[in-house]
């Protein structure tokens, strides 16, 4: 054999030995390292998912929420004073629409008048009854204000029974009692009146309908000037002096700030760890970059699962449907603290939101950091 024919022939360029993986130093394949490495990461992504959703539940559909109330007039009249513009602030007890009182000035005199003329037939004790009766009426007009609010109350807490604090529905409740009591004594007061004119005083129909116009001028006096239910602020507002109010049709609506809170719509497998009283911490996309803290007031017993919107119902939250279907969410009511994020409650204005269940460092920390790079980040939504 020559020496020519006893080498072997080198592989030539491009063979099947050229394309075969490339294997590092330590024989071991550096794309099966990189897989696993993958994978790895991929799996301890997911168990924190798992976790996390339990132990910090975060959701980026919150919006703040408020009560709001119809500033609605009770009689019909020409606006003589507008106290108020839109998005003003007012205060509890704040005047905010004046009608014409000439009107019910002169209703009450003409009352006042007949009310006399009944009386000169009676002797002497008809002033007594009129100072009554007008008494009467300033406790009904009391009276009718107390139960409104309460009735608002009410509807709010049969909505939404975490909306309102139990001192708020204490107040609410004293001054309903306060005003029936003090509608009793008027009453008693006004009989006693009636009973000094004398037997043939209750039983003259004259004085009872002279009686009843002056109250209902009152009241109708009464309810002629609008004042600001408790703090907030004014919406819905573009109406000015000369305008014709009419009885039972809206004038603007009030936004009340006595009770502001966030409803948090959380995944329904987000639920099992929340309970009242757990911290919580939120951005506002009015604020970029800016953390606030508050706590959960209460969670949701249950949503309508349908389409349509039932008056009076459980509210509705819809879902989206697909190949991978997205859990059922239910309310959790935030709680926000009195001066916490004030300036930024807009009613409406969605938020970001983290509930802290437990004291796990670790992913407390997560959380909190994950919270405020998305409070970054919504600088360029």
């Known amino acids: 054999m020559t020496e020519k024919e006893g080498k ?7 063979s099947q030995d ?3 993986p490339p294997v590092a130093k330590n024989g071991k394949n550096p794309v099966r390292r990189v897989t696993k490495i993958v994978l790895i990461v991929c799996a301890v ?10 132990l910090t539940p975060y959701t980026d559909q919150a919006r703040i929420r408020a009560v709001t109330v119809p500033i609605t007039p009770r009689v019909s009249g020409y606006l003589a004073e507008v106290n108020v513009r839109l998005h003003s602030r007012v205060r509890e007890g704040d005047l905010i629409f004046t009608l014409d009182q000439r009107p019910f000035d002169v209703a009450i005199r003409s009352a006042e008048a007949n009310l006399d003329l009944a009386g000169q037939s009676v002797g002497a004790g008809t002033a007594t009854v009129k100072a009554a009766a007008a008494r009467l009426g300033v406790a009904h007009a009391q009276l009718d204000r107390a139960q409104r609010n309460y009735n608002r109350t009410r509807r709010v807490l049969d909505n939404n029974p975490g909306a309102l604090s139990q001192a708020d529905w204490d107040r ?10 003090r509608v009793s004594s008027s009453e008693a007061d006004l009989e006693k009146a009636q009973q000094l004119l004398g037997d043939s005083g209750p039983e003259n129909a004259q004085v009872r309908v002279a009686i009843a116009a002056l109250e209902q001028a009152q009241l109708d006096k009464a309810f002629s000037i609008m004042h600001a239910p408790y703090d907030g602020a004014i919406e819905s507002f573009n ?41 919580v911490e939120f951005t506002l996309d009015v604020a970029p970059g800016r953390v606030f803290k508050a706590k959960v007031r209460s969670v949701g017993y249950g949503v309508d699962a349908g389409d349509k919107t039932n008056p009076g119902g459980l509210p509705t939250i819809k879902g989206s449907s697909g190949w991978l279907r997205d859990p059922q969410r239910f309310p959790v009511i935030i709680s926000l603290s009195g001066s916490e994020a004030e300036g930024y409650r807009r009613v409406g204005g969605q938020a970001d939101v983290v509930v802290y269940t437990g004291g796990n460092f670790l992913f407390n920390a997560i959380a ?13 939504r």
């Open 8 to 14: 072997s022939p080198e592989p030539a360029a491009g």
């Open 18 to 20: 050229d394309q075969s």
């Open 45 to 54: 992504i997911f168990a924190w998912y798992i976790i996390a959703d339990r």
């Open 172 to 181: 609410t409740e004293t001054a309903l009692a306060q005003a029936t009591e």
């Open 239 to 279: 109406v000015d002096v000369g305008y014709y109010a009419q009885a039972g049709q809206p004038l603007a609506t009030f936004v009340s700030g006595r009770d502001v809170w966030i409803q948090a719509d959380m995944r329904e497998n987000s639920l099992s760890r929340i309970k009242p009283g757990d911290k």
């Open 368 to 380: 909190w950091t994950n919270l405020r790079v998305r409070s970054l980040l919504s600088y360029v």
